[in-house]
């Protein structure tokens, strides 16, 4: 048996479940004692995060505050929870915009307020769940239980005249990627049951498991495209405007903040780590289609005239600087990018809830209905202002750091992208400040402005926690790098060791056939725990 | 005291987050002297960090703090550092010291504005950014005072926002610098990775030995921190923006725009002078984009009507010198001129600034005139701005811009020729604007003129100091006699790597007196010759301009519209980028993969429906599907 902790991620993954349960036995028609209940849940579940990550060890790359138990014995199943420095900021993101999202939907929200609430629970703990398994079984099952509230969020509070359109196109488009992945993983599960005898959803065992390469390469490309729409990378990323747009506001916020960031997640712990080889030689690939997303993203945001959709674009190209970084496999590519991810998950949440507030004023999107909002509405122009320099990477901010990590670990090894991915830049403050300008500088043209009011003290408190950590990263980064750093440098040494061990396995496989006597050896060269699998191997 | 340099920085900061938090309730007195005491403390105490410094040995004059570790990641590791050494400091006192002049000039100058507070607050911040900038130890940091004052200056230019050609400006600086700072980032790429540090001391030290002299490497990497340069400094091709900048209120051109941030490429490019030391090409690169940029905007600054304008141009070129100066070799002359500068175009915004008070907001000199008996103040301290720009002895513009003249020719007879034109454009152009503005007959329309009146001292005693810094300013850099230029021998041990690499060439011989006398003497004549045209051209006969215009109306129409350079890169990169971002969003995100997409579900949508068709609940329909395989099984079993 494992060392077993106190169980804070099993806490921290179900309290908004036990939320949700406590209101469905509440009064419908009392909606504000439900927000309060969810409000609570989430805080509690905040709180839990925070005790969590105090009793997270920094210096260790190691899965900590581990949980597991058996679940289904027969098929290899378990309930197994963990974390590195990699997980812990996204759960903290998590955790930190559940109470954000319920404020923000105080007032936006009046029809099936308990539905609703119950599907923004719900989605909580999926959202968690899948970054604290680590069985790919129980990855898979939150993977798809968040899915489902999702659409729900979409398809009943969205924007009625699409909202059908874009929440079936989102479950369609996502469905399709993790079907494939579900074959990758039983695929998996069943070659590293037949090679070694155990069969197992563990993912640190399965880590271990040396995948052909020739299996690798499918498996690889399976879970690739699972990730690649989930992220979304250039050219999967066409559901993403659609369902930013009908979305309701925080159903936009969490989706961009957190969901996305499950595609970037499934690389970094599942696709690159079990199946290197593919993922190394795909890197090229990838970081291409990552530069061309981080281009394309940012030129046709610049010419949208719907501020959500143009938000919507730019996370195409910020999620771009993000892939970019991760398959530099350099330690500051992949802190960049792991920081990115915390960063996006600021910035476009914080911008959502700004888009948010505008829409809940004008009932419109339109950026040509705005203009000059600046002078009735000054300090919203305040928290804009920073949440947009945050957004195009302005030094001081959290941006900056994460773009400035990435494109220096990318630099390194394939300067010309990174030049490219530079130059997105550029047009990240061509679009942000052009929008700005049009929204919130010169005279207000159109009387429905005129009487708007400024931000209440609920939406302060919902944008302040957001600034206040663009700034802490901007400045500080260091509380957020320093403990994701040993974890960074072991994915990277992980994937290196793993690959050119498959390599050198392959190559004596190679060797064998071509002269049986020396398969002796070729066991003999293999690491020890996993000797009985390398024989298996060469039995089959 | 040299350990309370984070200091000089951060209280700027403070200064920002009082008025910017707290500040709702304050009068506009209060919140204005919180921001000049928050610039005018740091320059006590860099002064008295400067006294620390000439007491100490020239060689180790050199000292850094390291406030706080900022970025860790592998082997990345940049502190928030600063550095105090000749260079910076002299930065630092010419950004307090004329910071703090320009703050009192605003308390004056912005009275009564909706936006006072929100003024203090962008101009406080700014000052930080830039001492962030100027006393940086590495890179990295000087690219956050770098974005940083980018960032006050798209905000103050954009500072009166309600007006669309304010925000329109404000945005075209920031996007313009970005321009330049994509090549200032890739330049601390190539840095990180040949040396693997962004410190300034490492880097310098280590450059002799990891680069090749005149090599591929130094050459890009001091190209693309030039490129930097010339956006934040509007150097060609990146000048575009600083014209349009002046829309900013009077002050913020006179402290952003002319006095410091401008200013930051050059200081940059001086710091670097080890590294450009050793790329000959770059080096070349910056004194021809420097001497046609002084050229070139001196034309320009010929034809405009409006006084900011001429100025903004006066500056373009000016700035010009300076990396001229860098090109040639003579940084710390770069850096006397960039003092000199900062103190006499400081004066002329702000005099300009206190005409257009007068004026109730008059800007085109058309409409003045004259204006010499009504603003005494003004007059007196524009006339010392403009003999300091002309560079006439001995005020100061004489001493810095005789010494880049001297080192141009020294390098290159073109270099000298270029520099030597400019200077009678300049001198031409500026005493045009203080003919038009103050001499003449009036042109002022009678409403106007009833209310013109001279400025408060707020306004005034700032104007005062600098005009006399404009006087003085340059005798801490006097030619010829031996000892006699404090200044270079300040600066010395930070140039010194840069001109033993220079000298390693060919040995310097030193010009003769007589050779240098002739020169100061040329110079002096250069600047009457364009006074004189002035004079003649604009008090004397009046009509001139008009019959000249009349003549040369293709050039003049050319140099009017500012070689139409705005619309040119609007047609070349604004429109082609949107044409072509509007072709991928509808043709090819909506056109393609969605159709692609919305393809497969029809597909899936029409076999749908065909199977459908099968389904039509009648009994008979079944049943005649049942017999028809029946009968098909039959047939086969009996066929085989």
């Not at chain 1, 060269?525 to 060469?538: A, D, F, L, V």
């Not at chain 2, 850099?477 to 010194?496: E, K």
């Not at chain 2, 040369?552 to 890169?569: A, P, S």
Request: proline share 4%; hydrophobic share 55%.
């Amino acid at each position: 048996m494992e060392n077993v902790s106190f169980p804070y991620l099993s806490l921290v993954t179900f309290a908004p479940l036990v939320g949700a349960a406590i209101l469905l036995f509440m009064n419908r028609e009392n909606q504000t004692a439900m927000r309060w209940v969810a409000l609570i849940t989430m805080l509690a579940d905040l709180a839990i995060s925070l005790f969590a990550y105090a009793a997270f060890d920094s210096t260790s790359a190691t899965m900590q505050l581990r949980e597991s138990h058996v679940w289904v014995r027969e098929w290899g199943i378990s309930y197994k929870m963990g974390i590195d420095g990699i997980s812990l900021f996204l759960i903290l993101l998590t955790t930190l915009l559940g109470p954000i999202v319920i404020l923000a939907s105080w007032e936006d929200i009046r029809l099936r307020v308990k539905e609703f609430l119950v599907c923004l629970l719900v989605l909580q703990t999926g959202m968690i769940g899948v970054f604290v398994a680590l069985d790919v079984f129980l990855f898979y099952v939150f993977w798809e239980v968040m899915l489902i509230p999702m659409y729900l969020l979409i398809g009943v509070w969205g924007n009625p005249a699409r909202k059908l359109y874009a929440a079936i196109k989102f479950v369609l488009y996502t469905i399709v990627g993790s079907l494939l992945m579900l074959v990758a993983i039983l695929t998996l599960y069943y070659m590293a049951g037949n090679a070694t005898g155990t069969y197992t959803f563990d993912l640190l065992k399965l880590y271990e498991f040396p995948v052909p390469l020739q299996a690798q390469f499918w498996m690889f490309l399976a879970f690739f495209l699972a990730f690649a729409i989930k992220v979304p990378m250039f050219p999967f990323h066409t559901w993403l405007p659609d369902a930013h747009t009908e979305a309701p506001t925080v159903g936009s916020v969490v989706l961009a903040a957190v969901l996305l960031k499950m595609g970037t997640y499934g690389f970094v712990r599942y696709a690159i780590p079990l199946f290197p080889n593919a993922a190394v030689d795909a890197a090229w690939w990838v970081c291409l289609l990552a530069v061309i997303g981080i281009i394309y993203g940012a030129w046709v945001a610049m010419v949208q005239d719907d501020v959500k959709r143009l938000v919507a674009f730019s996370s195409v190209s910020h999620l771009g600087f993000v892939m970019l970084g991760m398959f530099a496999f350099t330690t500051q590519g992949v802190q960049g990018s792991i920081l990115q991810m915390i960063n996006h998950g600021l910035s476009t949440g914080a911008l959502f809830l700004i888009v948010g507030m505008i829409y809940e004023r004008r009932h419109t999107r339109l950026i040509s209905e705005f203009g000059g909002l600046s002078k009735v509405m000054p300090l919203f122009a305040i928290f804009f202002m920073i949440v947009t320099l945050s957004s195009i990477g302005l030094p001081g901010l959290n941006g900056f750091i994460g773009e400035f990590l990435i494109l220096l670990g990318a630099f390194r090894v394939y300067p010309w992208y990174a030049v490219i991915a530079a130059s997105g830049v550029i047009f990240a403050a061509v679009y942000m400040l052009w929008m700005f300008q049009r929204v919130m500088f010169g005279q207000v043209t159109n009387a429905k402005n005129l009487g708007l009011k400024d931000m209440s003290s609920r939406e302060v408190a919902v944008l302040l926690p957001i600034v206040v950590f663009i700034v802490w990263i901007g400045v500080y980064p260091n509380t957020f790098l320093q403990p994701m750093e040993p974890a960074v440098k072991n994915f990277i040494r992980q994937v290196e060791t793993k690959r050119t061990a498959i390599l050198s396995l392959e190559k004596a496989k190679k060797e064998a056939v071509a002269d049986p006597a020396s398969s002796v050896k070729l066991t003999a060269s293999w690491p020890t725990s996993r000797q009985s699998g390398g024989e298996k191997q060469e039995a089959r | 005291m040299i350990d309370l340099v984070w200091l000089i920085p951060c209280l700027p900061l403070v200064g920002f987050l009082i008025n910017g938090l707290i500040g709702r309730r304050f009068s506009e007195k209060t919140i204005g002297w919180i921001a000049a005491a928050a610039i005018g403390i740091p320059f006590l105490i860099a002064l008295s960090i400067f006294s620390e410094l000439i007491r100490m040995a020239p060689a180790s004059r050199s000292v850094q703090k390291i406030v706080f570790t900022w970025i860790l990641s592998g082997d990345l590791n940049v502190p928030f550092g600063l550095l105090v050494d000749p260079l910076s400091m002299v930065m630092m006192l010419v950004v307090t010291g004329v910071g703090f002049l320009i703050h009192v000039y605003s308390i004056g100058y912005m009275h009564g504005e909706l936006g006072f507070r929100r003024f203090f607050c962008y101009l406080n911040l700014f000052v930080f950014n830039m001492l962030v900038l100027v006393s940086a130890n590495n890179f990295l940091l000087m690219f956050v005072g770098w974005e940083g004052v980018g960032l006050c200056s798209y905000l103050l230019i954009g500072y009166y926002y309600e007006k669309q050609s304010a925000a329109d400006a404000g945005k075209k600086a920031f996007v313009v610098n970005r321009v330049g700072d994509f090549g200032f980032l890739l330049g601390m790429f190539l840095i990180f990775v040949t040396f693997g540090t962004f410190s300034y001391t490492d880097v310098f030290a280590a450059a002799g030995e990891k680069l090749a002299q005149g090599g591929l490497m130094v050459t890009m990497i001091t190209l693309l921190l030039f490129l930097g340069a010339t956006g934040k400094s509007a150097q060609i091709p990146l000048y575009t923006w600083l014209p349009d900048a002046m829309e900013g209120p009077t002050p913020v051109s006179a402290l952003i725009h002319a006095a410091t941030m401008v200013t930051a490429g050059v200081y940059m490019v001086a710091r670097c002078s080890v590294l450009f030391a050793l790329a000959p090409i770059s080096l070349t690169t910056v004194a021809v984009v420097g001497g046609a940029t002084a050229f070139y905007a001196a034309t320009m600054g010929v034809t405009q009507y409006d006084i900011k304008r001429v100025l903004a141009y006066s500056t373009i070129s000016q700035l010009g010198y300076m990396f001229l100066a860098c090109g040639v070799g003579a940084f710390a002359s770069g850096i006397f001129h960039l003092m000199t500068h900062a103190f006499f175009k400081g004066l002329l915004f702000l005099a300009a600034g206190s005409v257009m008070h007068a004026m109730s907001g008059e800007l085109d000199m058309r409409k003045m005139g004259a204006l010499r008996k009504k603003l005494p103040y003004t007059h007196w301290t524009y006339l010392f701005g403009t003999l300091a720009i002309a560079g006439i002895f001995p005020f100061a513009g004489f001493f810095s811009k005789d010494e880049i003249l001297f080192y141009s020719l020294q390098r290159n007879l073109g270099f000298w020729l270029i520099g030597a034109v400019a200077a009678v454009i300049t001198s031409f152009y500026m005493f045009r604007s203080l003919f038009m503005t103050f001499y003449g007959e009036s042109r002022v329309d009678p409403e106007t003129a009833h209310h013109v009146h001279e400025s408060p001292p707020y306004i005034t005693v700032p104007l005062v100091i600098l005009a006399f810094l404009s006087l003085v300013g340059g005798w801490i850099g006097l030619p010829i006699l031996p000892g006699a230029h404090v200044f270079t021998a300040f600066l010395d041990p930070v140039f010194a790597p840069a001109k033993h690499i220079l000298d390693a060439g060919h040995h310097a011989d030193h010009p003769s007196v007589v050779l240098e006398l002739a020169l100061m003497a040329l110079s002096l004549g250069i600047a009457i010759v364009g006074l004189l045209g002035a004079r003649w051209a604009y008090l004397t006969d009046p009509s001139l301009p008009g019959r000249v215009i009349a003549q040369i109306r293709g050039l003049h129409t050319l140099v009017y519209n500012k070689y139409w350079m705005d619309e040119i890169y609007d047609f070349l990169f604004v429109n082609s980028i949107v044409s072509l971002s509007r072709f991928l969003w509808k043709r090819f995100d909506e056109g393609v993969i969605d159709g692609i997409v919305n393809g497969a579900a029809s597909v899936m949508r029409g076999s749908g429906s065909l199977l459908r068709l099968v389904q039509t609940g009648l009994i008979k329909d079944y049943a005649l599907s049942i017999l028809v395989g029946v009968l098909a099984v039959i047939g086969y079993l009996v066929l085989r």
